[in-house]
């Protein structure tokens, strides 16, 4: 929508976010509040409106469809404009332009950092569950062992025994 033949491409301010998270681009405009507010993204093709403000009203029509309802300004005190939920598309380079005498605007550098995978923390309660159930287990095995070991043995014996007394002795 504008551009400005003073642009540089160069930002004034370089701001980082993470994908997912809010981010504020600053905009220092006069504390008597302009009529007129435009932020814009650069691209190589032609700029995309990502707010617009005009005579105390926020037009949603003339905003790029991939920043509405993301997007809003800070009336407090400054033009900043606050991202919500920013993605990796977002990152590049930005403009504020309120009007003053002359018109001016601000260049801001937008970087979006992947939001990293953080494995949780395991739990000490659990972790003290896991261990103790695999105890009780091994012990559980073990003692079903020595009992069938033990029942073998003693049914062996009995056995061996009965098998001697019931065996006639030969006389001579």
Same mark, same amino acid.
């Given at each position: 929508?504008?551009?400005?033949?003073?642009?540089?491409?160069?930002?004034?301010?370089?701001?980082?976010?993470?994908?997912?998270?809010?981010?504020?681009?600053?905009?220092?405009?006069?504390?008597?509040?302009?009529?007129?507010?435009?932020?814009?993204?650069?691209?190589?093709?032609?700029?995309?409106?990502?707010?617009?403000?005009?005579?105390?009203?926020?037009e949603d029509e003339?905003?790029?469809?991939?920043?509405?309802?993301?997007?809003?300004?800070?009336?407090?005190?400054?033009? %900043?404009?606050?991202?919500?939920?920013?993605?990796?598309?977002?990152?590049?380079?930005?403009?504020?332009?309120?009007?003053?005498?002359?018109?001016?605007?601000?260049?801001?550098?937008?970087?979006?950092?992947?939001?990293?995978?953080?494995?949780?923390?395991?739990?000490?309660?659990v972790q003290s569950?896991?261990?103790?159930? %695999?105890v009780c287990g091994?012990?559980?095995?073990?003692?079903?062992?020595?009992?069938?070991?033990?029942?073998?043995?003693?049914?062996?014996?009995?056995?061996?025994?009965?098998?001697?007394?019931?065996?006639?002795?030969? %006389?001579?």
């Amino acid at each position: 929508m504008f551009r400005s033949p003073l642009s540089t491409g160069r930002a004034d301010i370089n701001v980082k976010a993470m994908a997912g998270q809010a981010a504020s681009l600053p905009c220092k405009c006069p504390p008597d509040w302009p009529p007129y507010l435009v932020w814009q993204k650069v691209t190589s093709e032609k700029p995309l409106v990502v707010n617009y403000y005009k005579d105390d009203n926020q037009e949603d029509e003339q905003t790029a469809p991939e920043y509405r309802n993301r997007t809003e300004l800070n009336l407090t005190g400054n033009c %900043s404009l606050v991202f919500h939920r920013v993605r990796l598309s977002d990152r590049g380079l930005y403009e504020c332009y309120y009007k003053t005498t002359p018109l001016r605007h601000e260049k801001i550098h937008l970087d979006i950092t992947e939001q990293q995978q953080q494995m949780p923390k395991p739990d000490p309660n659990v972790q003290s569950l896991i261990v103790t159930s %695999s105890v009780c287990g091994l012990l559980f095995i073990a003692l079903t062992i020595a009992a069938v070991y033990v029942g073998i043995t003693c049914r062996n014996r009995h056995q061996a025994k009965r098998a001697f007394i019931a065996t006639p002795v030969k %006389s001579i």
